[in-house]
């Protein structure tokens, strides 16, 4: 399996940009996929982790209210909206997918699957 995040890119405090992560099978409908970021110098942290089989979302606090994560089981795809982003957005974006989300919002209780990662730069 492989995934393949894309969509980053430089966007200017309190714009918007939309991720997606492809898988190369069908593994979406069955699986959690989830979004992690680290930025420069800092460790990774979980941002927002769908569910596989009933679409369950869930959220670090600091991205709730702005990011919104949502999948296409028939494209094998996962999208995060980032809505009005700041200067704490600006990360590397990777995607990632296991057998269910973690106890921790936005994170999974394993991965199996990592894609390479997107980055997003939030201009101030």
């Known amino acids: 399996v492989q995934l393949q995040a894309s969509g980053g890119g430089l966007v200017q405090a309190g714009g918007s940009l939309r991720l997606s992560c492809i898988s190369s099978r069908d593994i979406f409908s069955l699986n959690a996929v989830n979004w992690y970021r680290q930025a420069p110098g800092k460790e990774r942290e979980g941002v927002s982790c769908?569910?596989?089989?009933?679409?369950?979302?869930y959220y670090r606090d600091s991205v709730k209210g702005r990011f919104t994560i949502s999948k296409d089981n028939v494209k094998n795809t996962v999208l995060l909206q980032m809505n009005s982003v700041n200067s704490d957005d600006t990360a590397k974006y990777y995607c990632?997918?296991?057998?269910?989300?973690?106890?921790?919002?936005?994170?999974?209780?394993?991965?199996?699957?990592w894609g390479k990662g997107t980055l997003v730069t939030v201009s101030s």
């Open positions: 769908i569910s596989g089989i009933n679409g369950l979302t």
């Open positions: 990632a997918t296991g057998p269910s989300c973690g106890s921790i919002p936005g994170t999974l209780y394993v991965a199996h699957y």
